[in-house]
Nanobody, 115 residues
């Protein structure tokens, strides 16, 4: 079992920045991928960014150049630096980790971009 604790969400003005963190505890030896999805009201959950154990990354087109995903393997923590935020980024952000054939999800953190 893996437990995930997210932090860093909140209210920010358009053009602002936020940094999300997600710390994994438990059976973390075999984590090979970590990432973030988001779900806006009335929309399906979508991939935001992911990072593999080797450090390879992938981003949704809508966030490329604005968001950066990183991880600290020693701390089993994944980060999402979000810059130049727009109201379209408003959503609940969920971190996840993949361990062997199982995906574990965080509880979600609200990000609201509004003036």
């Amino acid at each position: 079992q893996v437990q995930l604790v997210e932090s860093g969400g909140g209210l920010v003005q358009p053009g602002g920045s936020l940094r999300l963190s997600c710390a994994a505890t438990g059976s973390t030896d075999s984590i090979y991928r970590m990432g973030w999805n988001r779900q806006a009201p009335g929309k399906q959950r979508e991939l935001v960014a992911l990072i593999t154990i080797a450090g390879n990354t992938n981003y949704a087109d809508s966030v490329k150049g604005r968001f950066t995903i990183s991880r600290d393997n020693a701390k089993n923590t994944v980060y999402l630096q979000m810059n130049n935020l727009s109201p379209e980024d408003t959503a609940v952000y969920y971190c996840y980790v993949m361990v062997r054939l199982t995906t574990y999800w965080g509880q979600g953190t609200q990000v609201t971009v509004s003036s």
